[in-house]
């Protein structure tokens, strides 16, 4: 069976920062028109191309573009919510998926959406091959059944109704700009069905966004008109901006300053789950790591709250297994490893490492993540508790990367990883990170396990989505009990923004996206 290609667009350094001087401060907030919001955000454009987007301009594209369906937040009664598709079903055998579309829906140009354009759109993000289009790989073929019915044929089973509500590559543009180039996008034409599009635009500087006022879910209530982002990269400038009323809503500001945000009358500071988390992977191919029972120890002396503590200021979750909270196959009542010394020394006796090792282990992370930097520390503390000494090193992402896909022989012992699923289902962290690889790219704990491989894949090719999760389940304990990496925490994220500003909807399989229409100012 072929399996997509996993690749992504990391986005694991940081910015320079570049310092931006704002006018005389003042003793009184400003006060914004309440028909506008002023966003003060780190993500840029790199491409207006929504067959090619992957990177920090997916922050806004949801709400220029709309594919068939959205992921519905956590906790919501049903996985899906329906936007330019009303109903779909699904073939038994898991590879015929037909979409009844939305009717009375217009582009930004004027063209009405149709089956053609689903058409249109899709193969034209398939043959760029750029961003996130492994998402389709599946499909093999494209039929407009009549003018508001279209059914895709898979060449093998997959989860299709997670694949086209992705954040990135599942957008859906006119028929007549689906014939463009790429240069025609990258000139700021934006063509989607979304609620909103774009009025003006300075690179790195400044984005304004305008409602659409022929959106097919009409304006009636309170919404803002018109979105001014402000290109800003150093959070302590988002805090003042936020603090005086300059910006409603900021994408970042210091950890150690939420706190005292929330705790302002004119400021707060929401919090929610992200698919974001930490992993650390042992090296399973290096004596001792190729031990189970060495790997297990080290799963016992990591302390776990204090990472949290330490370097995300109490902003993130132990995690549960390796999919993040909130995430379709994610399971709350799998075996999730505490700090336990006693349990951890038991382990290494029964090794027959007593006393530890005499050699350094060494651990590596990407330099520019102050958050790897942080914790790295308090492990390096944790593993010498059982007689493993660890080298820290520090490593800029693309040379971590180059060594982890080497020899495993010569690889780091241990290696931090970040990492976010393209879309809502496990299979692409699983199969990623875990899957027997015959050369490294993603799986950096370099393990094998033939039924782990068999469960995630049939558990991804099954339309039947509580079978899915079982397998999913089954999996993930294979993991946990054999420990190819130990599982640290979720990042949670936080949403700095004004008080009077309300609707603000976290939706983690839409990162950092704030959906502009839902919100509005009191």
């Known amino acids: 069976m072929r399996k997509f290609n996993t690749k992504k667009v ?15 401060a003042t003793t009184q907030a400003v006060q914004l028109p309440r028909n506008i919001l002023v966003v003060a955000s780190t993500d840029s454009i790199t491409t207006w191309d929504p067959g090619a987007a992957f990177s920090t301009e997916s922050s806004y594209l949801p709400n220029l573009y709309e594919g068939l369906l959205r992921a519905a937040p956590p906790g919501s009664e049903k996985y899906f919510e329906p936007l330019l598709a009303t109903d779909w079903k699904v073939s038994e055998d898991g590879l015929i998926w037909t979409f009844y579309l939305r009717k009375e829906v217009k582009f930004h140009d004027g063209e009405l959406f149709n089956a053609q354009a689903v058409k249109c759109s899709v193969e034209r993000t398939m043959k760029l091959g750029l961003g996130a289009a492994f998402i389709f790989d599946p499909v093999k073929e494209i039929k407009v059944i009549d003018d508001y019915t279209v059914q895709f044929t898979l060449k093998y089973a997959a989860p ?4 086209v509500a992705s954040a990135n590559a599942a957008w859906i543009m006119s028929s007549k700009s689906a014939q463009k180039e790429r240069e025609w996008f990258e000139e700021g034409h934006v063509v989607g069905t979304g609620p909103y599009t774009l009025e003006s635009w300075k690179p790195d500087e400044e984005i304004v966004f305008k409602k659409f006022e022929d959106y097919w879910g ?33 994408t970042l500001i210091p950890r150690d300053s939420l706190d005292e945000v929330d705790a302002r009358e004119d400021c707060e500071v929401l919090r929610g789950p992200s698919f974001m988390n930490y992993y650390l992977h042992i090296n399973t191919v290096k004596p001792p790591l190729d031990n189970k029972l060495v790997r297990q120890a080290i799963s016992y002396v990591i302390p776990y709250q204090d990472l949290i503590t330490v370097s995300a200021a109490g902003w993130g979750r132990q ?29 290494m006796t029964k090794a027959d490492y007593p006393k530890g090792i005499d050699r350094k282990l060494i651990l590596t992370y990407a330099a520019q993540n102050e958050v790897e930097r942080a914790f790295c520390p308090l492990i390096k503390e944790g593993l010498s508790k059982i007689g493993l000494e660890v080298e820290i090193r520090p490593m800029m992402w693309t040379a971590q990367w180059e060594l982890m896909k080497g020899d495993p022989l010569k690889a780091q012992d241990l290696g931090v ?19 027997s690889e015959e050369k490294p790219y993603w799986n950096f704990a370099y393990c094998k396990y033939a039924e782990f491989d068999r ?12 079978k899915a999760e079982e397998l999913y389940s089954a999996a993930q304990k294979i993991l946990i009990e ?3 990496s130990a599982f640290l925490f979720d990042v949670e994220r936080a949403v700095p923004k004004r008080t009077n500003v309300k609707g603000y909807i976290i939706n983690p399989s839409y990162p950092r996206v704030a959906f502009y229409y839902y919100m509005h100012k009191e």
């Open 455 to 466: 469960l995630i894949d049939e558990a991804y090719s099954t339309p039947d989505s509580k």
């Open 160 to 163: 299709f109704d997670r694949i």
């Open 10 to 24: 990391w986005v694991v350094g940081i910015l320079i920062f570049s310092f931006v001087v704002f006018g005389i």
């Open 218 to 250: 009409g304006w009636e209530g309170p919404h803002f008109d018109k979105i001014i982002v402000k290109r800003i990269n150093d959070a302590v400038v988002m805090q003042n901006m936020l603090e005086s009323g300059e910006a409603d809503l900021v």
């Open 417 to 435: 990883v970040m990492w976010w699923p393209t879309f809502n289902d496990p299979y692409d962290t699983l199969y990623s990170l875990w899957h």
């Open 482 to 484: 054999n420990t190819p």
């Open 319 to 347: 995690a549960v297994g390796p999919v993040p909270y909130g995430e379709f196959g994610h399971n709350e009542s799998l075996f999730q490893y505490s700090y336990d010394l006693d349990k951890a020394r038991e382990l």
